[in-house]
Every structure is written in structure tokens, then in C-alpha cells.
């Protein structure tokens, strides 16, 4: 077992390791065994090695046990061969010198405990052997009697992983009966945690896919998701805090469902949305089946983004979909807690020095969102077509870059643009999947994890070099992806600022093509819809196969996300024609692009906008003004209008106030009123 993963199922040899145990019986006998079981446990490595390293002058034990186990295993039931039930003689010569006094052999052999005991009769009375064995047998059947009428419990052993003492897991909430196992949670699992906990009826974080399907075998359906119940722990898994944040996989779950005959499908979905999860009581999804007209069925799956990334929801639904229809499993995958042992295993803090290098440049938060008028959770749709999408892909290629670079670029572009700043910073989303984790392709649970991307735009240097460059910063991250953004803020000294407000999503693995790609015949899906919900104000989603289309959602007015989404789409096609030129030029020269169908059109602009645009034609003098260290020209006066106009709203001016007058008199009131808004 200790060979590093290596087959020894049909290797001949002695394999045994034989070493000396010192264990503190006595007291209480529940208290008693679970100090036993621990000290045998804490055995390093179950002894192995101890002959080679055993120090000199170590006497030999007087007693040797030896505990061969189920014995009945190693004999399959009816076969030709099994254990004679006659006595075989004693294995050893009876004159060889015995090296212990006394030796205690035991074994699970016909559904019945057997313990020997083998001892020198030239030493021993076998009276008096017999009165230990007694005693031994009494001792054995009293500790059995205590764990029949005891609730059992936890030790240490039992959940390595989540380094808690005995008195943590005699205070934990759940009964120990219930636990299967208990460890830390995955850095993205953490945030998670932290936003639920913080607002929790809110549905940030609860995804929730729907779908019609028709053909569905509804017995096999249901059968197959608690076929996956049952083999997946991340399935079953709660959250506690037990003096910091754990996860517990339950031993065994209901499943959640509801079939219902009619219902109304809007309203029973928003009511599955809003129903809050209890965090520490799993399961954290639930189903609805609503029988619709002409045999079909409409799906309704709500669960907690705490528990699965999208890769893990497209394999589970794939693994749904093979078991329902009887196809072949694929083999067993690994399971989540790997992922957690793994994590453990890490340099943590090499890796937060690795992140704080990566934001020291950033001078302040790139938050985009204070600078636009808020409003509820919305989507808008930016997509090439096969054409577009084929030329900006073979541009990648050549430039020796991934589309996904070219996107982070251009974003990176538009937050320099609205900001006015030569740094910004945009999170991104990874899948966080180390390849030297084996078998991590094919878990199941939340691996992804949010990380700052910190970019800057040096005017001088070729757009190709620039986005390589960056490329090349996000391959070296991925050494150091698996820490928690808080941390990150945390060891960079912003406590509980973060370094963004928007975050780009790279999704390679859509669910909707798992039910195109493995719906059996028969059952036909329609009409998906997937929803998920970020705490941040501006997400981008993209995906990539034959067009490129990239879903922005975001919590913006319609008007400033359609101005995103143009600028967007300029300065992306931009880098895709013009990356020999400098970055400077091929910002500067950048104009939004017109949609597929329609001309240009002009945003339109607050009225504080308008103002400070016009202060600035109208004072073609005053080229720039000195601001502490920092030199403020009217250009970036103007990409900051936004966020100034914000502020002036916050402080009582309203919206259409012309405050242009105002401004005209000093440039020192500009001044004044960045500061306000810094």
C-alpha cells in the first residue's frame, strides 16, 4: 500500500513489516480505544522500514501480533481450493527457538474473530496461558458491548485532512455516523463560501440549468442521478465552520427530487432559484420533473456553485446521460479529496511572493462598474461570424497565441480606455486542474479558481510582442494557481479591496454540447438554458468553437453595456489586423466598430460627461495639470468621466445639472474633484 501506487495483487513475495508499538491503555473504554487507534495510525508509514532503522541496543518485545484479516477474501466463494478445516500441526519445528514469548495471530474466518495464542511450554503453565486468553477474550467482548451501545465517534485519523484534534471532532455538529469525511475547501470554494455566508438570500452562485427533453425513460432517469449520488462524494457534501471553513461528505443522502404533473415552469424555477440552501446540510441541489404535453418532460436542476465547476457539470450530466440509457461506464474517477491533499501539499507561500510581484505595479483598483449607472443582472451578446471568427483565430496562430489571449487583450484595452490608466486589472477564471494530479481531468468538484490578471500597455511596443507577453505571464501563472484570491489581496496588503470588478471566462467544455454530443437516440433536448451568477458586476463568457461569441453579463444600464461591447469589439479585431504596429497606435486608432447589421452610433453620454469633454476643447491651453506626482492631462480627464460623473451623482448633483460652468472657472476645481474621486 505504500509503494507509490505500484500493482502488488500478484506479486509473490513477503511483504510484511513487522515493528514495535508502545500504546497507553487503561481509563475510560470509549476514550481508551480511540487513544489506541490513534497511536497504531500514527505508526509512520505502518512500520515499514523499521528493521533497516531501528536503532542498536532496542530490546526485543516479548509478544508479536500478528492480525491477518479477512481471511475469507483471499478465497473466492466456491472455488475448488479453500482452507482446510482439519488442523494443520504446528507450522514450525518444535525444538527451533522461539523469538517471543508469546505470539497472538487473529483472522475473520467464516464470519467468525479467531485469535491463537502460541507459547513455550517449557516457559508457561497452559493454565496460565489460558487465563490470559480468558481475560484477553473478556476484554475484547467488553470493548465490543461498549461500541454496540455507544454513538460512535470521530478521531483524528478518520479525516486527516482536516487537521482537527479530538476535542474539535467530540464538538462537531453532525453525528459522527452520518461523515464520511472531512477536509478544507478548494480556494475558489473559499471565496464562494465567504459571499454565500455574507448574503444569504442572495443567488450569486446558485446555478440553475433548465431543459425539455423528450423520450426520457423517467424511472432510469432518476435512477442514474442517484447512481451518481451514490458514487460521488463531492454530491454529498455540506459546509461547516469548526473554527475555520470545512467541507463533510454525508455517507449517504436523499435524493431531492419532485416530479410534478403541471406546473407553471417560469414561476416554479424562480422559486427553486430563491430557495436558499442550508450550506452545512447536503445535499446542496435539488431536481424537478414537470411532465409536459406530447410525452415530454421539462428538467429543472438547481444546485450550489460551491459543489461543481462547469467541466464537472458537462461530465456529470455526460455520466447521467450513459448510465440512463445503459451505455458503458467509464472507469471510476478519482475523488475530489486528491484535489484537497493535493492543494496541502503546495507551496504556498512561494507561490502568494509569485502573486505579489504580478500586482505591485497596480496602483489602485480597476473597478469599472462605480463609473456606470447600476441595475439588475442582464446579458448582451457580442459574436463574430465563421469568417471573422477564422481570421482572428489564424492571427492567434500566427502571432504564436491563443484566442483567449487576444480576448484578455483586448478587455485589457477597454478597461485602459474607460479608466485612463497604463495598468489594469481583470480577473480570470482557470481551470485549476493540476496535470500532475493524476486523473484530474476526470474529477468531479469546484477546481476553478478566480485569479487578478495585471497587464500593462506599454504605447511603444508591437501589439504581437505585447499580447505574448502576456501569454507568457499566464502560462507562468499556472504554477501558482491553486491560492485564494483573499489571500492574494491580503499578503498584497489590500485587505479586503479587491484588485477588479470584472473577470473573463474561457469556457471550453459547454454543457449544451455534452447533450448534443451524447444524447443516445431517442431523447432529444431543447431549449437550454444554463444560468449562472457571479458576485461581480461585469462578467465575460466566451466561447470559441466555429463563430466566436462572447456573452457579457453585467449589472450596468443597457446603454453603457452596449458601449462596452462595441469598444470591445473594436479594439479586439483591432489587435487581430494590426499586430506589427505599436500598442499606442492601434489603441489610438480604434473606433467602435459597427454591429453585423447597422452603422456606428454615437453612446450616449451623461450630461457631467458632456461637460467635461467640452472643458477640455474649450482649453486646449492647459494641456495637463500636476496632481501631487501624478500628471493629469484633459484625455485622461476624459476616459475618467464616468467615474466622475459617479461621484458627482453620489454627491447631490443630478444627472442633466449642467455643471460645466462650474468646472470652467479653475482647473483646480478638476483637480479637486479627482481627488474626491480617487
Given amino acids: 500500500e505504500d509503494l507509490g501506487g505500484v500493482d502488488l495483487s500478484r506479486t509473490v513475495g513477503w511483504f510484511t513489516s513487522v515493528h514495535p508499538v508502545a500504546l497507553a491503555a487503561g481509563g ?22 523499521f528493521g533497516l532503522l531501528k536503532p542498536a541496543g532496542v530490546p526485543r518485545p516479548q509478544v508479536i501480533f500478528n492480525y491477518l484479516g479477512q481471511f475469507d477474501g483471499s478465497f473466492e466463494h466456491g ?6 478445516a482439519e488442523q494443520g500441526g504446528s507450522p514450525r519445528d518444535g525444538l527451533a527457538a522461539r523469538e517471543h514469548a508469546l505470539s497472538i495471530d487473529g483472522r475473520v474466518q467464516g464470519g467468525e474473530l479467531r485469535m491463537d495464542v502460541t507459547y513455550s511450554a517449557a516457559r508457561h503453565d497452559r493454565a496460565t496461558v489460558q487465563a490470559f486468553a480468558d481475560r484477553f477474550r473478556h476484554e475484547l467482548e467488553a470493548l465490543v458491548a461498549h461500541c454496540i451501545g455507544a454513538p460512535g465517534g470521530l478521531t483524528p485519523s478518520d479525516v486527516p485532512l482536516a487537521a482537527l484534534t479530538q476535542a474539535d471532532l467530540d464538538a462537531w455538529p453532525v453525528p459522527a455516523a452520518r461523515v464520511a469525511d472531512v477536509y478544507p475547501l478548494s480556494p475558489m470554494q473559499e471565496g464562494l463560501l465567504f459571499h454565500s455566508v455574507f448574503e444569504p438570500m442572495g443567488t450569486a452562485y446558485v446555478n440553475q440549468l433548465r431543459v425539455d427533453i423528450g423520450g426520457l425513460d423517467v424511472v432510469r432517469f432518476k435512477a442514474a442521478w442517484q447512481h451518481v449520488f451514490d458514487t460521488h462524494d463531492v454530491l454529498r457534501t455540506g459546509f461547516v465552520h ?118 505591485g505595479a497596480l496602483d489602485e483598483p480597476s473597478l469599472l462598474a462605480p463609473g456606470f449607472a447600476a441595475g439588475p443582472l442582464a446579458a448582451r451578446a457580442l459574436a463574430l461570424d465563421r469568417d471573422t471568427t477564422a481570421r482572428v483565430a489564424a492571427v492567434a496562430a500566427r502571432e504564436r497565441v491563443t484566442v483567449n489571449t487576444l480576448v484578455q487583450g483586448a478587455w485589457a484595452l477597454v478597461l485602459s480606455q474607460h479608466l485612463g490608466r497604463g495598468t489594469v486589472c481583470f480577473g480570470a477564471t482557470v481551470s485549476g486542474r493540476p496535470e500532475a494530479l493524476a486523473g484530474a481531468d476526470r474529477m468531479l468538484g469546484l477546481f476553478i479558481n478566480t485569479l487578478p490578471v495585471c497587464v500593462s500597455l506599454p504605447p511603444a511596443v508591437a501589439a504581437g510582442d505585447w499580447l505574448r507577453a502576456l501569454q507568457a505571464r499566464n502560462l507562468a501563472a499556472r504554477e501558482h ?81 452596449e458601449r462596452l461591447s462595441d469598444t470591445m469589439r473594436s479594439h479586439l479585431l483591432a489587435l487581430a489586423d494590426r499586430c506589427g504596429e ?15 447589421q447597422g452603422g456606428p452610433r454615437e453612446p450616449a453620454r451623461h450630461a457631467v460627461i458632456r461637460d467635461i469633454e467640452a472643458q477640455a476643447a474649450a482649453r486646449p491651453e492647459a494641456a495637463a495639470v500636476v496632481y ?20 458627482l451623482i453620489e454627491a447631490g448633483v443630478t444627472p442633466d445639472e449642467p455643471v460645466g460652468v462650474v468646472l470652467s472657472r479653475s482647473v483646480e476645481m478638476v483637480v479637486a474633484l479627482l481627488a474626491v474621486m480617487k
Fill in 28 to 49: 475510560e473504554p470509549g476514550v481508551a480505544l480511540k487513544r489506541v487507534k490513534e497511536m497504531l495510525r500514527a505508526v509512520p508509514r505502518r512500520g515499514l522500514g
Fill in 79 to 84: 472455488a475448488v481450493w479453500q482452507p482446510a
Fill in 582 to 596: 505599436p500598442l499606442g497606435q492601434v489603441v489610438a486608432d480604434a473606433a467602435p466598430h459597427p454591429f453585423e
Fill in 242 to 359: 469548526a473554527g475555520r471553513p470545512l467541507q463533510w461528505v454525508a455517507r449517504t443522502v436523499a435524493l431531492p427530487w419532485q416530479d410534478l404533473a403541471e406546473a407553471d415552469l417560469d414561476a416554479l424555477a424562480q422559486a427553486e432559484l430563491h430557495r436558499p440552501f442550508h450550506l452545512a446540510e447536503p445535499p446542496l441541489m435539488r431536481f424537478a420533473l414537470v411532465r409536459l404535453p406530447g410525452g415530454r418532460h421539462h428538467f429543472i436542476w438547481t444546485h450550489h456553485h460551491l459543489l461543481l465547476d462547469g467541466w464537472s457539470t458537462s461530465r456529470l450530466m455526460g455520466e447521467v446521460l450513459r448510465h440512463t440509457t445503459g451505455q458503458a461506464a467509464e472507469p471510476a474517477a478519482p475523488r475530489f479529496r486528491d484535489h484537497i491533499a493535493w492543494l496541502g501539499a503546495q507551496d504556498r507561500a512561494a507561490s502568494l511572493r509569485f502573486w505579489c510581484d504580478q500586482v
Fill in 481 to 561: 494557481d491553486h491560492v485564494p484570491l483573499h489571500a492574494i489581496q491580503r499578503e498584497a496588503g489590500r485587505g479586503g479591496q479587491g484588485f477588479f470588478d470584472s473577470i473573463v471566462v474561457f469556457e471550453n467544455y459547454p454543457v449544451d454540447e455534452t447533450l448534443r454530443q451524447q444524447a443516445p437516440a431517442g431523447l432529444v433536448f431543447n431549449g437550454l438554458v444554463n444560468r449562472e451568477e457571479t458576485n461581480y458586476p461585469l462578467t465575460l463568457v466566451v466561447h470559441h468553437g466555429d463563430t466566436l461569441a462572447i456573452e457579457i453579463r453585467h449589472t450596468l444600464d443597457g446603454v453603457a453595456a
Fill in 628 to 647: 501631487g506626482e501624478e500628471v493629469v492631462t484633459y484625455g485622461a480627464l476624459n476616459a475618467r468621466a464616468n467615474r466622475l460623473a459617479h461621484r
